[in-house]
């Protein structure tokens, strides 16, 4: 609603802020006050989103590569061939990942994760988008033994603040809503089939920090170093 901009609320932080949530990344509010401050990093230091900027544009889906699938042993028939190909490269093409796959890993390299909700059928209406959740409501709760795909977990208390929010959703978070508030269990398992993860740290998935946590302190130091010379020379310029 544009008559009712949401209200945003901006910290800052400090080193030793910093140092305090990396004594112990692994609970959940030092997760929340580490991607928060990717975030405000983010927004406010040059060097520090040149980093991540550079990191997730280093995946390009602006080109990619089809072929199909032939037997060695049988024989193949083109046309058949042909027209698997054409459907292939038709929905490839509708889903256009050089926008979306670029988001989900600008969130990821920012918050060391990245969920996301599918809309659309790229194969039946030709459309395709990526919703990105907040990470603070989803947790990752399963992943194929195989293929190694991530499933999550939403907090479907995302919603109570406004359950007029729920109109832009799918409808499947309206049910899960229902039944949320009938069974009072708020972490719903969604759909593996509509949903996608990227986590920048596979090998754990208890908990996520942003990848470049490692980096803050000298980036806030920078920051620290830019506001003490702009104090100098302001007393200069007061002596002169």
């Given amino acids: 609603d544009p008559e009712k901009p949401p209200t945003r609320t901006t910290n800052t932080y ?10 112990n990344p692994a609970t959940d509010a030092n997760n929340k006050n580490l991607r928060k401050l990717s975030n405000y990093l983010y927004t406010v230091s040059h060097v520090y989103r040149r980093m991540v900027n550079f990191k997730a544009h280093q995946i390009n889906c602006k080109t990619w590569s089809a072929y199909p699938i032939v037997s060695m042993v049988d024989e193949n028939d083109e046309e058949s061939i042909l027209r698997e190909y054409e459907r292939v490269v038709n929905i490839v093409t509708a889903m256009h990942m050089e926008t979306q796959i670029f988001k989900i890993m600008l969130a990821a390299w920012k918050s060391g994760v990245a969920y996301g909700y599918i809309y ?3 194969e039946k209406d030709g459309e395709f988008y990526i919703h990105l959740l907040d990470p603070d409501y989803c947790k990752i709760s399963c992943a194929s033994f195989d293929q190694g795909v991530l499933g999550f977990l939403f907090d479907m208390s995302f919603f109570t603040k406004d359950e007029k929010q729920l109109e832009y959703y799918d409808k499947e978070f309206q049910k899960l809503y229902n039944q949320y508030k009938t069974d009072n269990i708020k972490w ?13 740290d596979p090998d754990n998935l208890d908990y996520s920090i942003p990848p470049l946590s490692g980096l803050m302190e000298q980036v806030i130091s920078l920051t620290d170093l830019q ?3 702009d104090e100098i020379d302001s007393l200069q310029n007061y002596k002169m």
């Fill in 188 to 200: 719903k398992q969604l759909p593996i089939e509509r949903t996608i993860c990227i986590k920048i």
């Fill in 14 to 23: 400090s080193r030793d802020s910093l140092r305090t949530y990396l004594r």
């Fill in 227 to 229: 506001a003490a010379q």
């Fill in 120 to 122: 659309g059928d790229p």
